[in-house]
Structures are given as structure tokens and as C-alpha cells.
């Protein structure tokens, strides 16, 4: 078995797409409407429709989709630049900080409140 990759559910997916896209500047590989599949295997799923798919009835619910319960991780090599390109665009959870394990990153929301992690290699 091989893991491919996570499918977060979203709200919107033209404005998610746009904030992967033009936000976090990830080159999209693949737009089916539904899904969009971005370099690296991040993907992104309409959340309405993926929940018909796994479940087979309409979503009801109204809460969001990101609960705080997952972190969605990145890697950028120049972690400032990111961060200086990023920050007036984004709900910051923290700037640039150095974790106990050494490696500097920084917290925000996108737009469905999943947590985005962007971190320097290690």
C-alpha cells in the first residue's frame, strides 16, 4: 500500500484553489472542478461533493471544515521570504518562531481554518 495524499474538504473551492495558488504560490498540476491536485500531491476536494462520495448524503452540518484537528505541513528553504510574502494575506496563528526540535516556522489559517504549517528543510 502506498499513501498518495491528503484531500482536505473545502467550502469554496475556487477560493481555496486561489489561496493555495496565489498565496502560497503552489503550481496546480490538475483541475477537475471538484478537485484540484497541486505539485508535491497536496490536493484539495469540494467538501460538499466529497462528502456525497464517502458518505452518500448531503452534508448538513454547519460547522467548518478545519476544527483545528490537522495540520496541513510545508517546507520553503527561504522561510522569511515566505513569510514576508505571505503575511498580510493570510489569519496568522504566529510569526517565525524556533521550536524545540530547531526548526523555524510559521502557523496561519486557510480559508476553511485547517492549520498550514510552513517550515524551513531540516
Known amino acids: 500500500m502506498k499513501?498518495?495524499?491528503p484531500l482536505p474538504f473545502v467550502?469554496?473551492?475556487a477560493a481555496s484553489k486561489a489561496f493555495y495558488a496565489?498565496?502560497?504560490g503552489l503550481r496546480i498540476v490538475e483541475d477537475h472542478g471538484d478537485v484540484v491536485m497541486f505539485?508535491?500531491?497536496f490536493a484539495i476536494h469540494a467538501g460538499a461533493a466529497l462528502f456525497r462520495t464517502v458518505f452518500a448524503v448531503d452534508d448538513?452540518?454547519?460547522l467548518p471544515y478545519g476544527r483545528g484537528?490537522?495540520?496541513?505541513?510545508?517546507?520553503e528553504a527561504d522561510l522569511?521570504?515566505?513569510?514576508?510574502r505571505m503575511c498580510g494575506h493570510v489569519d496568522l496563528i504566529h510569526?517565525?518562531?524556533?521550536?524545540t526540535w530547531g526548526q523555524r516556522v510559521f502557523r496561519f489559517y486557510d480559508p476553511d481554518r485547517h492549520i498550514v504549517e510552513v517550515g524551513e528543510p531540516q
Request: glycine content about 10%.
Open 22 to 24: 496565489d498565496v502560497m
Open 39 to 41: 505539485e508535491g500531491g
Open 60 to 62: 448538513t452540518s454547519t
Open 11 to 13: 467550502s469554496d473551492i
Open 3 to 5: 499513501f498518495v495524499n
Open 69 to 75: 484537528n490537522l495540520v496541513l505541513y510545508f517546507e
Open 95 to 99: 510569526d517565525i518562531r524556533q521550536e
Open 80 to 84: 522569511d521570504g515566505a513569510y514576508a
